[in-house]
C-alpha cells in the first residue's frame, strides 16, 4: 500500500473508525483521546520544520509557481464553494480547499486547527486528498510522457499540482532526475507556506466571526479568540528560520536540516500527528461522517478545484521557466 | 454500528473489518501493484525506497538531495 502514497494517517484513523464503530472505543481510553492537544503539539513541532529561506531555493520561478499560484487557487475555490456550490460549512470548504491547493494532509490540519474545523471535516479533507493523490501520481507522469512535454515543466506541475510530498517525490523521480529536483523543490516551497496560510485562515475566520455577531469587538477580544497554537507555530518557524540564516548555510545543513529537525522535530511530530488521528477515529461514527459527503459537494469542490490548480500551476510554470526565466530553466 | 447491539455482533464486526483491511493490503495492493499502469512506478518506488507516505518534505531523502542540487545549480550558475 506504500506505492499509494496511503501513510500513517489514513491508518491511525481506519483503525480508530473500526474500533469506535464496531465494539466502541473503551472508557478507559477516552481520557487520552486529546485531539486538539496532539494536533496543537504537533504543529508548533511542525513550525520548527517551516524554514523560510528555503521559498529562495529556486529562485524567482519557484516562489511564483508556489507561492503565486497557490493562494489564488485557495482563495478562488472557497468562493466558488461558498458562492456556486452553496457549502454550508465555511470550515469544511475552507479545509478542503487548502489541502487541495497547498500540500495535503499537512495543510488540512494546519487549516482545519486554525478555522476550529470538526474532526469529521478534516477526516473527509484527508480522505479526498489521499484517494486523488494516489491517482494524480500514476497518471501525471503517464500524461506528461505521452504528450512529449519537458520534464522540468512537468516536474514543476507535478509539484504544484499532487497533494502528498512523498508522491511528489516518487512520480517526480520516476520521470527523471531534474523533473525530482524541480517538483521536490516547489513542493518543498509550497510546504513552507503552510505557517502562512494557518495564520491567515485564523485571522479570516475570527474576523468573520465577529462580523457574523453583528457587534464591534475591540483587539482583546479577537486576541482571546485567536487560536494561540498558530503564534507558536510562526514563533517556531521565525525562530529556526533566523538560527538557520545565522549560522551559514553548510552549518545550517548539518545541525538544523539533519540535526534538530530531522533528527528530532519530525519524530515527535509524526508522532503527535498519528496519535491525533488516532483520536479523530476513536471519537468519529460512520453516520455522522456520511452526513458532511451529502449532494457530494466536497466531491465536486476538490475536483473543480484541483482542475483549476492543475491549469493555472501549468500555465505559471511554463511562462516562469520557459519565457521570462529560460536561463535558470537550462541550467538546472 | 448500533451500540445497543449484542458483543458478538460487534466482535463480528470488528473482526470483519479487520479481515478487509488485511484482504486490501496482501490481495488487492499486491495485484494492483501487477497493473500494467501501476507496475513500472511500484517497482521503481521499491528499488529506490523513496517514501511514497510522508506528508512533510523533512520525511523524504529525496527533497535534501533536490534542495541542495538546486542551491548549486542557482549559486554556481555561469554569469
Given at each position: 500500500?506504500?506505492?499509494?502514497?496511503?501513510?500513517?494517517?489514513?491508518?491511525?484513523?481506519?483503525?480508530?473508525?473500526?474500533?469506535?464503530?464496531?465494539?466502541?472505543?473503551?472508557?478507559?481510553?477516552?481520557?487520552?483521546?486529546?485531539?486538539?492537544?496532539?494536533?496543537?503539539?504537533?504543529?508548533?513541532?511542525?513550525?520548527?520544520?517551516?524554514?523560510?529561506?528555503?521559498?529562495?531555493?529556486?529562485?524567482?520561478?519557484?516562489?511564483?509557481?508556489?507561492?503565486?499560484?497557490?493562494?489564488?487557487?485557495?482563495?478562488?475555490?472557497?468562493?466558488?464553494?461558498?458562492?456556486?456550490?452553496?457549502?454550508?460549512?465555511?470550515?469544511?470548504?475552507?479545509?478542503?480547499?487548502?489541502?487541495?491547493?497547498v500540500c495535503g494532509v499537512s495543510a488540512a490540519i494546519a487549516t482545519a486547527s486554525a478555522c476550529r474545523a470538526k474532526k469529521e471535516e478534516l477526516?473527509?479533507?484527508?480522505?479526498?486528498?489521499?484517494?486523488?493523490?494516489?491517482?494524480m501520481m500514476i497518471v501525471m507522469p503517464a500524461v506528461i510522457k505521452a504528450t512529449g512535454m519537458p520534464y522540468i515543466l512537468g516536474g514543476a506541475w507535478m509539484g504544484g499540482t499532487i497533494d502528498a510530498t512523498g508522491a511528489v517525490a516518487a512520480a517526480g523521480a520516476f520521470l527523471s532526475e531534474k523533473a525530482l529536483y524541480v517538483a521536490a523543490t516547489i513542493k518543498m516551497i509550497q510546504n513552507v507556506m503552510i505557517g502562512l496560510i494557518a495564520f491567515g485562515v485564523a485571522i479570516y475566520f475570527v474576523a468573520e466571526e465577529e462580523a457574523a455577531s453583528g457587534r464591534k469587538v475591540?483587539?482583546?477580544?479577537?486576541?482571546?479568540?485567536?487560536p494561540k497554537f498558530v503564534?507558536?507555530?510562526?514563533?517556531a518557524s521565525i525562530v529556526f528560520s533566523v538560527i538557520y540564516t545565522s549560522i551559514g548555510k553548510d552549518l545550517a545543513y548539518v545541525i538544523i536540516d539533519h540535526g534538530a529537525i530531522r533528527g528530532l522535530s519530525k519524530i515527535g511530530r509524526g508522532w503527535f500527528f498519528c496519535l491525533a488521528f488516532v483520536s479523530i477515529g476513536l471519537a468519529t461514527n460512520f453516520r455522522e461522517l456520511k452526513g458532511y459527503f451529502k449532494g457530494g459537494k466536497p466531491l465536486i469542490l476538490y475536483v473543480c478545484g484541483q482542475t483549476l490548480n492543475l491549469t493555472l500551476t501549468l500555465i505559471m510554470a511554463y511562462i516562469m521557466f520557459y519565457l521570462v526565466f529560460p536561463e535558470i530553466t537550462a541550467k538546472i | 454500528m448500533d451500540p445497543n447491539s449484542s458483543l458478538s455482533k460487534r466482535i463480528s464486526a470488528f473482526l470483519a473489518s479487520i479481515a478487509g483491511c488485511l484482504v486490501?493490503?496482501?490481495?488487492?495492493?499486491p495485484w494492483l501493484d501487477?497493473?500494467?499502469?501501476?507496475?513500472?512506478?511500484?517497482?521503481?518506488?521499491?528499488?529506490?525506497?523513496?517514501?511514497?507516505?510522508?506528508?512533510?518534505?523533512?520525511?523524504?531523502?529525496?527533497?535534501?538531495?533536490?534542495?541542495?542540487?538546486?542551491?548549486?545549480?542557482?549559486?554556481?550558475?555561469?554569469?
Open positions: 500500500m506504500k506505492h499509494y502514497g496511503i501513510g500513517y494517517a489514513a491508518w491511525a484513523i481506519l483503525f480508530g473508525m473500526i474500533i469506535s464503530n464496531t465494539i466502541g472505543t473503551p472508557t478507559w481510553v477516552m481520557p487520552a483521546v486529546q485531539t486538539e492537544y496532539y494536533i496543537k503539539t504537533g504543529l508548533v513541532l511542525l513550525g520548527a520544520e517551516v524554514l523560510f529561506n528555503k521559498i529562495l531555493s529556486i529562485g524567482i520561478p519557484g516562489i511564483f509557481v508556489a507561492w503565486v499560484v497557490t493562494p489564488v487557487v485557495l482563495i478562488t475555490t472557497y468562493w466558488f464553494g461558498q458562492k456556486i456550490l452553496k457549502i454550508e460549512s465555511k470550515t469544511m470548504n475552507m479545509t478542503i480547499s487548502a489541502d487541495m491547493s477526516t473527509l479533507a484527508v480522505g479526498l486528498s489521499l484517494i486523488f493523490t494516489a491517482i475591540g483587539l482583546i477580544e479577537i486576541w482571546n479568540r485567536f503564534i507558536g507555530f510562526i514563533f | 486490501m493490503i496482501y490481495v488487492v495492493g501487477t497493473l500494467e499502469s501501476i507496475k513500472p512506478l511500484a517497482d521503481f518506488i521499491d528499488e529506490r525506497n523513496i517514501d511514497a507516505n510522508a506528508y512533510y518534505y523533512t520525511e523524504v531523502e529525496e527533497f535534501a538531495d533536490a534542495e541542495l542540487n538546486m542551491k548549486n545549480t542557482m549559486q554556481y550558475m555561469p554569469k
